[in-house]
């Protein structure tokens, strides 16, 4: 059974930072393309980022560009994505997500994600 388990999350002070950390189980995240998303109350779902199966291509929201960084440790089994110079409006649950398997390395930016983590609170707040 594909899963996906985030962590990491909390609330955090404008300006701080927090990393937050997927687990794959059930299967290998070395030929998956793994997305962050984000959703805030009454908004729609927002991707964060995305990085390829091998770690070689990454892709950024204009909103998050500059701030977050993402990355991943195929042999945990694990994808990061690092948080700087929060603002409130980074505040929403975040998810992970994976798209795959691809047999060939592909851009993350165009991949289906399908398999979804149960996501994790960001609340930047004074």
């Known amino acids: 059974q594909l899963q996906l388990v985030e962590s990491g999350g909390g609330l955090v002070q404008p300006g701080g930072s927090l990393t937050l950390s997927c687990a794959g189980s059930g299967f290998d995240l070395a030929y998956y393309s793994i997305a962050w998303f984000r959703q805030a109350p009454n908004k729609e779902r927002e991707r964060v980022s995305c990085i390829s199966s091998s770690g070689g291509n990454q892709n950024y929201g204009d909103s998050v560009e500059g701030r977050f960084t993402i990355s991943r440790d195929n042999a945990k089994n694990m994808v990061f994505l690092q948080m700087d110079n929060l603002k409130p409006e980074d505040t929403a649950v975040y998810f992970c997500?994976?798209?795959?398997?691809?047999?060939?390395?592909?851009?993350?930016?165009?991949?289906?994600?399908?398999?979804w983590g149960q996501g994790t609170q960001v609340t930047v707040s004074s």
């Open positions: 997500s994976a798209g795959g398997p691809h047999l060939v390395e592909r851009l993350c930016k165009g991949v289906d994600y399908k398999t």
